[in-house]
């Protein structure tokens, strides 16, 4: 990225909630100042404060959290009945924060397809990041979908970041 650019890192998971990809995103967003960066996902459901510093990147809540009380199955659905606001949210906050790129990653793929959309709204480069593997990971209609979403993920990727060499390999062969 050149200087003065801005870019919206785009996650399910996000600080405070206690899961390894919001660590990797805090540690991520530690990295860059409010100036270069704004964090996006959804609203953590309670946990522990963090101590998130005034200068590291803002957190913004597009979305809120599945509610603790009901059955996990069920979680999917509700992140896609959230998608219009999502991709509305985050094509504003592009637009607002004249964001150059969307690092996107795969915890989610309604959250995937938001990150998608909303760079062919914007025309913001897309930089998706996947830490596991995501067609490969389906099955039925599901896997129609991840294969129609990820073929166009991958052709409008300015770069695609990945978790291994092996994952680096299972795509060059793809």
Not at 46 to 59: K, S
């Amino acid at each position: 990225m050149k200087g003065g650019d801005r870019v919206l890192l785009l996650s399910c998971s996000v600080p405070p909630t206690l899961t390894g990809a919001a660590v990797v995103v805090a540690n991520l967003a530690k990295q860059f100042s409010r100036e270069e960066m704004v964090v996006v996902g959804e609203r953590p459901r309670g946990g522990p404060p963090i101590a998130w510093r005034r200068e590291w990147p803002e957190i913004v809540s597009a979305t809120a959290c599945w509610p603790l009380a009901w059955p996990y199955r069920g979680m999917h659905w509700w992140r896609a009945l959230q998608f219009p606001l999502l991709l509305l949210r985050c094509v504003r906050l592009i637009r607002k924060h004249r964001c150059t790129a969307i690092l996107v990653v795969l915890g989610s793929e309604v959250f995937l397809l938001a990150g998608y959309l909303a760079a062919v709204c914007t025309g913001a480069k897309l930089l998706p990041y996947f830490h596991d593997t995501y067609v490969e990971n389906r099955a039925g209609l599901s896997l129609w979908f991840a294969r129609w979403l990820q073929a166009r993920v991958f052709t409008k990727a300015s770069h695609v970041f990945v978790m291994s060499e092996g994952m680096v390999e299972l795509y060059r062969a793809g």
